[in-house]
């Protein structure tokens, strides 16, 4: 594999954004495996299918490309924003690669995957309505805020032009389906508790360390009154996939 764009498949196009998209689709094509199953090659749809890029014709997966130029995104763009909480909220978003690449070089410098039920409507940020000016005036698109997914659902492939091993990466996408919850609501809070896991930096950590997000967690769950409990209910659930051990009072290790 080659980090490096065919330019040759760009030559008759003119607009740098066609060039872009003609460019990192054609590198996926040619080089990209199926991260899902293995096969050694994922296919792109033909005609331009609204809601994914490619496929595997091994396993169906569906996959949409995002690619940016520059260094490592934080946010990236996505289309209409009432489109995307649809799909998310109905599980019918496929896994996103997220590209960036080099401008002056020709070639991908990161991609990572995110697998579909990584999404929760949380990490989908609302853009400003196009204004008069504009040709869609109204039209309200998104951003991915790549930060807010959990780092289980952040597959590195390419990392600062250097590939990663591919059974390292089908590894990461098997355990990260173990996390897999079809409820929106469920998979909102798994995420939410998954990332503040995450975000202490020490292998063991304590009951009380999770309390301290009681208000924010309610800020966020409305709805919900229990919180403590919920709390504990989605440490029990961590712990069923294998993603942390209980060690009795109120005391948590991550594996
Ligand atoms: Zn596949």
Not at 72 to 87: E, S, V
Not at 213 to 222: G, Q, R, T
Request: glycine share 4%; hydrophobic share 35%; aromatic share 10%.
């Amino acid at each position: 594999m080659d980090t490096k764009f065919d330019m040759t498949i760009a030559e008759n196009y003119h607009s740098r954004a066609q060039i872009a998209r003609v460019l990192t689709e054609n590198w996926v094509a040619k080089n990209m495996f199926c991260p899902r199953c293995g096969n050694f090659q994922i296919k792109q749809f033909s005609n331009n299918k609204p809601v994914a890029d490619f496929y595997c014709p091994k396993c169906k997966n569906q996959f949409e490309l995002k690619s940016k130029a520059g260094s490592f995104a934080h946010k990236i763009n996505d289309g209409a924003y009432d489109t995307m909480i649809l799909r998310i909220t109905s599980n019918q978003n496929p896994d996103f690669f997220l590209m960036n690449y080099s401008r002056t070089e020709n070639c991908v410098k990161d991609l990572t995957m995110v697998p579909k039920h990584f999404f929760v409507p949380e990490i989908i940020e609302k853009r400003k309505p196009l204004s008069e000016n504009s040709r869609r005036v109204g039209w309200v698109g998104c951003n991915i805020i790549i930060d807010k997914i959990p780092e289980q659902g952040r597959i590195k492939i390419i990392s600062e032009g250097i590939f990663q091993d591919k059974n390292e990466v089908l590894n990461d996408v098997k355990k990260g389906e173990l996390l897999i919850e079809k409820n929106i609501s469920s998979r909102s809070w798994l995420m939410d508790i998954l990332n503040i896991v995450n975000s202490i930096n020490n292998e063991y950590f304590a009951l009380d360390e999770l309390y301290l997000y009681e208000d924010f967690l309610a800020d966020k769950h409305p709805d919900n009154h229990n919180i403590l409990p919920k709390i504990r209910q989605q440490l029990q659930v961590l712990r069923d996939k294998g993603f942390i051990e209980f060690l009795g009072r109120g005391k948590y290790r991550k594996l």
